[in-house]
């Protein structure tokens, strides 16, 4: 702060404002002076500005509605105008600065949500996409991760993912599936499983049934207060040995199918066809 004496009309003031401060912000502000015109003490750029800001106030209000409706062109000029010109709230009459702001705020979210967008992949080559369905067709056993490591040798740095992504959908498996190899080999396949029965007495006893996949005919069953491996090679001796003896065995992974059942198994020509772990039947 400075002290700056002034004379206006024949008399002297003397005030204490800042040196850059404009004469007709000093005679309005400190000495309350209401005649001075704009442009007094202000330098050429600041009155560019002030009249520009006066005339745009005035076209938005020429619209005649009690209260004015600004566009998103008027926004981004008054948004503009507050970062390139310091005194712009003293000519703002349309709107509160504070709406100025908070237009700026809003202008910066949108940028950062534009910015920030998400733009996926980028694609790659057609040639290795050409190459990926050619892979898929010749050899239609081979899945992404084969696939994947036969590009890695070429060269082609792309991701298993991708690599998925652009392989042919088969509408089928290109091997048979569950259901086909039970209609080729019903007539071959027979299955054993254990069941438990509560009794009276609050025993349990084992029941177990071998069934025959083709007409779902129960082969053989028996009943247990003691399953063993060597009850049960027992039991799959008696229903296969006096009838044609079938080409595979399903079963699950009990402990109980031990090494003497298997060799019973081996030695009637039957293939032991574990389920899946965990599977429902």
């Known amino acids: ?3 700056m004496t002034l004379s206006v009309d024949g008399r002297s003031y003397t005030i204490e404002s800042e040196p850059e401060m404009p004469l007709l912000y000093a005679l309005r502000d400190d000495l309350g002076f209401k005649n001075p015109r704009f442009g007094c003490g202000l330098a050429q750029h600041e009155l560019v500005a ?3 800001v006066l005339r745009q106030q005035l076209a938005v209000l020429k619209h005649g509605r009690s209260r004015p409706r600004l566009t998103d062109a008027d926004r981004l000029f008054w948004v503009l105008l ?8 003293a000519s703002l009459h349309v709107v509160q600065p504070e709406t100025v702001l908070r237009w700026h705020r809003q202008g910066f979210r949108y940028y950062w949500r534009w910015k920030s967008r998400r733009r996926g992949r980028p694609k790659i080559d057609p040639e290795v996409r050409t190459m990926i369905r050619k892979m898929c067709q010749a050899n239609p056993l081979w899945g992404a991760p084969r696939i994947h490591g036969e590009l890695l040798k070429l060269g082609s740095e792309i991701s298993e993912a991708t690599v998925s992504n652009y392989m042919i959908r088969r509408r089928g498996s290109p091997s048979q599936t569950w259901r086909t190899f039970l209609q080729n080999h019903s007539k071959d396949l027979i299955a054993l499983d254990f069941f438990t029965v509560p009794t009276a007495t ?11 996949h083709d007409r779902r005919r ?3 069953f028996n009943v247990t207060q003691h399953p063993a491996a060597a ?4 039991q799959l001796l008696e229903a296969c040995g006096f009838e044609a003896t079938p080409r595979y ?12 059942f298997h060799r019973q198994a081996k030695a009637l020509g039957i293939t032991e066809i574990p389920t899946a ?5």
Do not use: Q
């Open 1 to 3: 702060m400075a002290l």
């Open 50 to 52: 002030e009249n520009l």
């Open 82 to 89: 507050s970062r390139i010109w310091s005194d712009w709230r």
């Open 202 to 212: 609050f025993k349990v006893l084992f029941v177990l049934v071998i069934l025959n």
């Open 218 to 220: 129960i082969l053989h």
């Open 231 to 234: 009850w049960t090679a027992r």
């Open 249 to 260: 065995l399903l079963r699950d992974h009990d402990a109980i199918y031990g090494e003497k």
């Open 277 to 281: 772990p965990r599977s429902l039947w």
